[in-house]
Every structure is written in structure tokens, then in C-alpha cells.
């Protein structure tokens, strides 16, 4: 178990790197090809935007166990048999051709 753990913060380290890198990269191309004060202007509008990146993020983060929890709850009850059966009668069991 503390090798899963070990190796799944490992890889959300990882991806936050890797998104941090992907957020910032347009300054530091714009700054290269542009200049500071077009780059700082840029900037600030990014950074503005990013607040709007965040919202739906921390809402998840703050709804998604009391969904899970209801999920784990409805777990062999009438609900989740109702939500199997709909979710296999979407796909078809075999082509027709």
C-alpha cells in the first residue's frame, strides 16, 4: 500500500509540474518575442483568467466526496440497479449491420 502511495504522488507531482509549465510557457515565449510591458500586460490578463481555471477545480474538490459517498451508499440498492441498466442499454450488445 505505501508503494501505491508513494508512486501516485509521484505522478501528481508530475502533472503539476507539468501544468504550472503549460500556464506559464505563453509568458515566457511572449516575453521573448514581444517585451516586457506587452508581456506584463499580458500578464495580468492571464493571471485574471486563471481564477476562472480555478473555480470549477475547487468546486470539484470540495463536492466530489460527498458524491462519492452517496455513490457508495446507493451501491446495491434500486438506484444503482436502475443506473446499470441504463447505462448497458446505450450499448448495443452486437453490431447491426
Known amino acids: 500500500m505505501a508503494a501505491l502511495v508513494r508512486a501516485t504522488l509521484a505522478v501528481a507531482a ?7 509549465i503549460y500556464l ?3 509568458i515566457v515565449l511572449l516575453e521573448r ?3 516586457v510591458e506587452e ?3 499580458y500578464a495580468v490578463a492571464a493571471r485574471l483568467s486563471e481564477v476562472w ?5 475547487a468546486l470539484m474538490g470540495a463536492v466530489f466526496p460527498a458524491l462519492w459517498q452517496r455513490r457508495q451508499d446507493a451501491v446495491g440498492t434500486s438506484a444503482d440497479c436502475r443506473h446499470r441498466s441504463t447505462c448497458c442499454a446505450r450499448w448495443p450488445l452486437r453490431s447491426r449491420s
Open 14 to 20: 508530475g502533472l503539476r509540474i507539468a501544468e504550472v
Open 24 to 26: 506559464r510557457i505563453d
Open 33 to 35: 518575442l514581444r517585451g
Open 39 to 41: 508581456t506584463g500586460i
Open 53 to 57: 481555471y480555478m473555480v470549477p477545480v
